[in-house]
Every structure is written in C-alpha cells, then in structure tokens.
C-alpha cells in the first residue's frame, strides 16, 4: 500500500512558466512534509518542508502548499528555470516515529 | 555544518561476495540514520533505520543487514550479495533544525552485482 503518491511520473514546463508538482498522501499520522530534488547518480538534495500546522510555506522560487484535509500537498516552482530539471520526491513523516516515506517521484523536465 | 559522507560512490562485487557500505555524519549528536535503496519505478525505499547506537529497524525482509557501531556511524552490510541487491543505495540522518525537521542524504553508491 503507497502511502505517498506522485501519480505524474513526469512533467514538461516551458523556461520561465511555474511547475506544480503534486503529491498525495493517505496516512492521517503524517505532520511533515519535505521536498527533494535528485540528478542522476547523486544524493536527493533537500529543498523544502512544511509542517502540518500550517498550509504554506515559501522559500524563493519555491513554494510548498498543504491542503491536510485532501490530503494532499503541491511544489511550486515559479519561474522554472533548465537547471531545475531534476527528479522531484515528496516525502511525509510521523515526527513520532522520525521514518519518511516517499513517493515514486516526478521527473520535471524545463525546456529553454 | 553537519555533513553525511557515505563510501564508496560505486562498486561492482560478484555474486556471493560480501558487501560493506559506510555512512558517517558530522555536526550532530544522535541523529536519526537511514539507508534507501533507489529501484526503477519504486522511487526511495527505507531498508533500515537507527534512533540510536545499536538500535536497528528493519523495513523490508532482505538479504542485507545494518548496524551503528558509532552514534554517527551506519553499515549496511551483506554476508552473500545477490544479484537482486544491485541498486543506488542512499545514507541518510534526519535532525532538528531551525526551520523544523529536515533530512539529508549522502551521495550515494552505486552497487552492481555482478
């Protein structure tokens, strides 16, 4: 059963247009949320959390937003730039429990 | 600054070889540690996790095994590598930070079994 889901296995953005990258989750235990960006044959990078106390958090170009209710969450990336071509992974956590799980991730790929 | 620092970045070992991976952090004390294994088409997997020296939690049945000799030292070790076990195995701590829980991953090592 996938607790975290990433149904967009990939997504193509124009340079310059926002990137929404989507993320759903089933598990009510969850109170935070991260986000990673990964290259091939390198470590994910973390980019940005949230916790579930609130329902926003921004942080330059990107922005986290959480609707705990649909349980579900959303990455924007405004404006999109290449460099940002990357696979993306949201991931949820029960702080009690300290384990993530993540998604299957979402290849984002920003054209010039 | 903490710092993960996770070897070797590759590796090709035959099959009924052992294996040895090491991940050692800097810059906290008693952090959460984890080792994810990358599979095509399953995004990050958690193997192992450790709160603590000697604590180990295992996710999924395997023919891999972790320990924490250190409190900022994880292994993730085989006794007789598969061929199944090839794969892009990360390290990972999780702590408390300014901005709330935050997780960061080593570079990884890619594993072939070969």
Not at chain 1, 2 to 21: D, F, T, W
Not at chain 2, 23 to 48: D, H, I, K, M
Not at chain 2, 75 to 84: A, E, N, Q
Request: aromatic share 12%.
């Amino acid at each position: 059963d996938q607790q975290v889901k990433q149904n967009s296995p990939s997504l193509s953005v124009q340079e310059g247009r926002i990137s929404i990258l989507n993320c759903d989750y089933t598990n009510s235990m969850f109170d935070y949320f991260l986000w990673y960006k990964k290259y091939p044959a390198e470590g994910p990078t973390f980019l940005i959390s949230i916790s579930s106390i609130k329902d926003k958090n921004e942080d330059g170009r990107f922005t986290v937003f959480l609707n705990k209710s649909a349980k579900h969450l959303s990455l924007h990336i405004v404006p999109s730039q290449p460099g940002d071509s990357a696979v993306y992974f949201c991931a949820a956590m029960n702080s009690g429990y300290s384990t993530l799980t993540f998604g299957k991730g979402t290849m984002l790929l920003v054209s010039p | 600054s903490q710092t993960i620092h996770q070897w070797p970045a590759t590796l090709v070992q035959p099959v009924g070889s052992p294996l040895s991976l090491e991940c050692t952090v800097e810059g906290t004390s008693n952090p959460n540690l984890y080792w994810y294994r990358q599979a095509a088409g399953r995004g990050l997997q958690l193997l192992f996790y450790s709160v603590g020296i000697g604590q180990i939690s295992s996710e999924v049945p395997q023919n891999l095994s972790a320990s924490r000799p250190q409190d900022r030292q994880f292994i993730l070790s085989s006794k007789k590598l598969l061929l199944s076990d090839s794969g892009f195995y990360l390290c990972a701590w999780s702590g408390v930070a300014p901005g709330g829980t935050e997780a960061f991953f080593g570079q990884g090592t890619r594993l072939t079994v070969v």
